[in-house]
């Protein structure tokens, strides 16, 4: 009788911890795309028929002006990214390992997230975003640094700011934007 009752107890262990496997294993692929740094889309069924909007769309009906498909808003990752990619082409820094030219459309996009969705360091990206849409970049070496320490940065912090001929240099020498 004990042997029936170990038996069942083990076997009902087995098939519970299967169950939760099978459950986390299920629900981590149906999540894969659930960040916002993504390239999944929604697939949308009208009338029987499954269409997929376009990607790189955003729920402000504009599109993301860094040429990435991303679902929106976007994540708080995903904005510091796009911040500290950009301060690149203003700073100094012995390493530079992402780029995305500073234009007013990247600009106004990014306030624009901010008006869509809550961020822990939202004032910060604001402060920063409104200063260079106004054309300030002479927080530049600051902007980068308090966003490249909120990534736990440890190897590029800028050390000042590039005159405008490194500028234009560092901007015409960048093969491809990345972040």
């Not at 929604?42 to 991303?70: H, I, R």
């Not at 234009?103 to 624009?112: A, C, Q, S, V």
């Not at 002479?138 to 590029?156: E, F, K, L, P, Y």
Request: no cysteine; proline share 2%.
């Amino acid at each position: 009788m004990l042997r029936k009752k170990s038996f069942a107890i083990i076997v009902g262990s087995v098939l519970l911890l299967t169950a939760i496997g099978v459950y986390i294993a299920v629900g981590s692929l149906n999540n894969t795309g659930t960040t916002e740094d993504t390239n999944q889309t929604d697939v949308v069924s009208t009338a029987g028929v499954e269409t997929t909007p376009p990607q790189s769309e955003t729920k402000t009906g504009k599109e993301n002006p860094f040429g990435e498909k991303v679902k929106t808003p976007l994540s708080e990752n995903l904005i510091q990214q796009y911040i500290h990619a950009m301060s690149h082409q203003k700073v100094k820094a012995k390493e530079k390992w992402s780029f995305f030219e500073i234009t007013d459309e990247r600009i106004d996009y990014l306030l624009g997230q901010l008006e869509i969705n809550n961020y822990k360091n939202e004032q910060t990206y604001k402060d920063i975003l409104t200063s260079w849409k106004e054309g300030d970049f002479s927080g530049a070496v600051g902007d980068h640094n308090v966003i490249w320490r909120m990534q736990n940065g440890n190897i590029g912090k800028a050390t000042g700011m590039l005159s405008a001929n490194e500028e234009k240099k560092y901007i015409e020498s960048q093969k491809k934007e990345k972040r």
